[in-house]
Nanobody
Framework: QVQLEESGGGSVQAGGSLRLSCAAS????????MGWFRQAPGKEREFVAA????????RYTESVKGRFTISRDNAKNTVYLQMASLKPEDTAVYYC???????????????????WGQGTQVTVSS
């Protein structure tokens, strides 16, 4: 089993920045890609970003390209999501996820991810 714990959420004004962290524990050697998803009130959970184990490949949803950056430190078993130029529409609960499967293409589908954190709230005010 792998446990994921997010941190770094909070409230910020539009145009501000936040950095989310996700610390993995347990059988971390079994994880490959890591991803971030988010769920706004009344909406379905959506893909935000993902990164391969080697960090050689990343993938972002169109709405965050150029504003968010995903990275990871395997020595610390931690994945990060640096968020800049935040907008009110970025308000959501952000979830970290881990994929056990080694894939040639990063998946944006939440069903591809095996482990999930509890989420951290990000609120962006206008």
């Amino acid at each position: 089993q792998v446990q994921l714990e997010e941190s770094g959420g909070g409230s910020v004004q539009a145009g501000g920045s936040l950095r989310l962290s996700c610390a993995a524990s347990g059988r971390t050697f079994s994880t490959n890609a890591m991803g971030w998803f988010r769920q706004a009130p009344g909406k379905e959970r959506e893909f935000v970003a993902a990164i391969t184990r080697s960090s050689k490949s990343t993938r972002y949803t169109e709405s965050v390209k150029g504003r968010f950056t995903i990275s990871r430190d395997n020595a610390k078993n931690t994945v990060y999501l640096q968020m800049a130029s935040l907008k009110p529409e970025d308000t959501a609960v952000y979830y970290c996820a881990a994929d056990r499967t080694s894939r040639s293409i990063l998946s944006f589908a939440d069903r591809a991810y095996d482990y999930w954190g509890q989420g951290t709230q990000v609120t962006v005010s206008s």
